[in-house]
């Protein structure tokens, strides 16, 4: 399939290039004029403008949304929207507040235009590893776009298939990698749920690993204290240990290059998706104990930083190449 990709930075020119790995037609487009000239070099078509990209796209043009959530996206969106014919489809595959996703879709049927949100995860991995993906908006839009998809998803892999799943009775598409979750709005619902608990799985381990540290503290008893080492703990939990995960995979490398983690301050930023889902979770009065505190414990980090906090900025770093905040 043939598609516009806006928005060139880590997670969309990864995405561009696996898709044109797989033999999908990509014109790439971004204020960053470096980035579309490396995106050519690897195959794909440069567009100047919203409307040399609208020339070049195909009909009916796919749009794919690539860029910070919020204003950004709205401002992309809308002028897409201005010069769109009617059957075009607009793809917002980034970290988008579902509300708004609901807002956008209904605005874009009244001009004829299809709206799909993509919740998206696999971060700068996700060209060799598939990206997970969580989608939202009209059933037959979503079974068009199917094949860009199926391409960008991860598949099967190695993964035993789950107990107890029948192949015939579920949606095969889960086990590759990929669902439709609903209407428009429940692939990013989806998604910052799945963020929600990601803060939560993050703050345990960081806690996890601050406490085996401070074991060595002059505080306590002398015939108390360990000095751990938290490199190979971190390698022995990997294999075979029931909190084994792709987290702690990332928490093993970084402290395989570092155990003292200097390269961070553990100052922890957050995309908005963990306080959106508090907020949802306020909405339908359930309770989110773990949710709330982990989100809290990164407004805390960028007042007093810990050991843990510094194994918080180490996975974010690691699985989706995100930086501290400035202190």
């Known amino acids: 399939m043939k598609m516009v990709m806006i928005g060139l930075g880590r997670m969309g020119g990864n995405m561009a290039r696996r898709l044109m790995d797989h033999g999908h037609e990509i014109v790439a487009f971004d204020r960053d004029a470096d980035a579309v ?13 919203l409307d040399d990209a609208r020339a070049k796209a195909g009909t009916p043009a796919i749009w794919w949304v690539m860029v910070p959530a919020g204003e ?5 969106i809308d002028s ?25 879709a ?16 696999g ?13 939202g908006g009209p059933e037959d839009i979503v079974k068009q776009l199917d094949p860009i998809f199926a391409t960008l998803a991860p598949g099967m892999g190695s993964i035993d298939r789950t107990a107890g799943r029948t192949e015939g009775d579920t949606d095969p598409r889960a086990e ?6 609903g209407p428009a709005g429940a692939g ?17 381990y960081a806690e996890g690993f601050d406490v085996l540290k401070g074991k060595a503290s002059d505080k306590l008893p002398e015939d108390q204290r360990y000095d751990l080492n938290l490199t190979d703990i971190a390698e022995v939990w990997r294999r075979g240990s029931v909190i084994s995960s ?9 402290l395989a290059k570092d155990e003292k983690l200097e390269g961070f301050s553990g100052s922890v930023a957050d995309s908005g998706e963990g306080q959106w889902t508090i907020d949802a979770a306020m909405e339908e009065k359930v309770p989110a104990n773990v949710l709330t505190a982990s989100l809290f414990a990164r407004y805390r980090s960028r007042v007093e930083h810990t050991y843990g906090d510094k194994v918080l900025s180490a996975m974010r770093f690691g699985f989706g190449g995100h930086v501290e905040m400035p202190q």
């Open 123 to 135: 971060g700068v991995w996700g060209r060799e590893r598939g990206y997970c993906m969580m989608i």
């Open 246 to 254: 792709w987290l702690l995979d990332l928490t093993a490398i970084a």
């Open 37 to 49: 000239a490396k995106l050519v070099e690897a195959g794909a078509e440069a567009a100047t403008s």
């Open 188 to 204: 990013h619902f989806v998604k910052m749920v799945h963020n929600g608990i990601e803060y939560g799985l993050m703050q345990a």
């Open 106 to 121: 209904k605005a874009l049927a009244e001009k004829g235009v299809h709206y799909v949100d993509v919740g998206t995860s």
């Open 72 to 76: 950004i996206t709205d401002g992309v």
């Open 80 to 104: 897409i929207c201005e010069g769109a014919s009617e059957g075009e489809i607009v793809i917002d595959g980034g970290n988008t507040f579902y509300k708004d996703d609901i807002r956008r």
């Open 176 to 181: 590759n990698g990929y669902i439709h979750a």
